[in-house]
């Protein structure tokens, strides 16, 4: 199983807008650029909502079948480890391997200086196409390196074969994801921890490194954005060098865990995936579900209503429902409006305010991030919810397709 040079992964907390989602990667196709749809779905929001994984890979195949989308798509058990992959062996094919708890923890000194034997061929200086500076490998960096990582990607190595066991090698896509950790990969880090995961014989198709800023839910990033670019950048050249000189996929490519929304460094990507003729898969969160929230409120009458009582109890519940998120979000309280005043706000104005345009004067980045993370307000409903989607379906639908359609496809692979 090989996956293509361009692919979206994208969430849908409830499983009812798998088609609207799929219609913008339709949308791209029209364009001339094929991007493959994932559908990712973490153990945590399976967790939160009640439901389980085979109800992704029922929507995904629902969707692809009654739009008759005739390439590959695939559903991603998403930061999955050892305690929780068995859930989502059978239903998935795309498996997001999240190792960043290991990161700095000892494997001991026999297999640290097996791996520094092993590579001190490197030492030295390091040359990367692609890249100005030339590195200087040390032995105590490589030291360092394997004292940092090597314990964390023979965790992989063993989530890696525990599907491997049940599926077959090869029969599955493989993430290696270390991004929801405090510090960036340096690229000659970059460089080793891709020779591990060649040792480990984890053929890894996307690696999500971690990047410098803050990738903070459903909002624009924040952070040094040259110094984003640079690191980007210096990526995609440690893995078109890694490929070449480590039993890795041909087609591994950089994995980004968006967090969805980080419009001011798509411009970026965009050129750089350019520049190095590189893939890419981009990974958005659950925003989908603030775009079903976005239709509710649109449609007005009892849509609107459900929108302000879920954003009533998202204030009377704050507290319980951000400590999940606590590491990518910030929500300014001050910012927040009073729901006495949110419950006299028109459509229009509670679209505003929700919607992410930062051109509109009414956008609110504190109302967003809070409403994203209240989908177990959502869950609650149950089928009163459910319901009312079905209701105002045709709205909803439309505010799903344009925005990634609009916000993300187009700026990041097409424009
Ligand atoms: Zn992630």
Known sequence: MILEKYSFGMG???AQQGRAQLRALIKAADDGVEIIPVWNKSHREHTTIGTEPASVRQEADNAADELGWGKSYYVDADHIGLDNVDLFIES???????????IGKSCGWDLLSEFTNKYEDYLGELKIDGIDEIFEVTQPMLEAIGAKFLLAIMEAGKIYSRIAGVKGRGNFITEVSMDETDMPQSPVEMFFILAMIADERIPAQTIAPKFT????KGVDYVGDIDKFTTEFEQDLAVISLAVKKFDLPSNLK???HSGS?????YPAINKAIRKFNAGLHVKTAGTTWLEEIIGLAAAGGDGLEM???????????KDELCVPYASVIDIDDDNLPAVDEVNGWSSQQFVNALRHEQSCAGYNPDFRQLLHVAYKIAAKLGSDYIDMLGKYEDVVAQNVT????????KPIFID
């Open 12 to 14: 849908d907390r409830f």
């Open 254 to 256: 950089l994995s980004i």
């Open 261 to 265: 929304d980080k419009f001011s460094i």
């Open 402 to 409: 344009e925005n990634i359609y609009d916000r993300h496809l």
């Open 213 to 216: 800023g803050r990738f903070n």
């Open 92 to 102: 998935s094919d795309f498996f997001t391997l999240d190792v960043a708890d290991f």
């Open 307 to 317: 929108a302000k009582g879920i954003y009533a109890k998202a204030i009377a519940k």
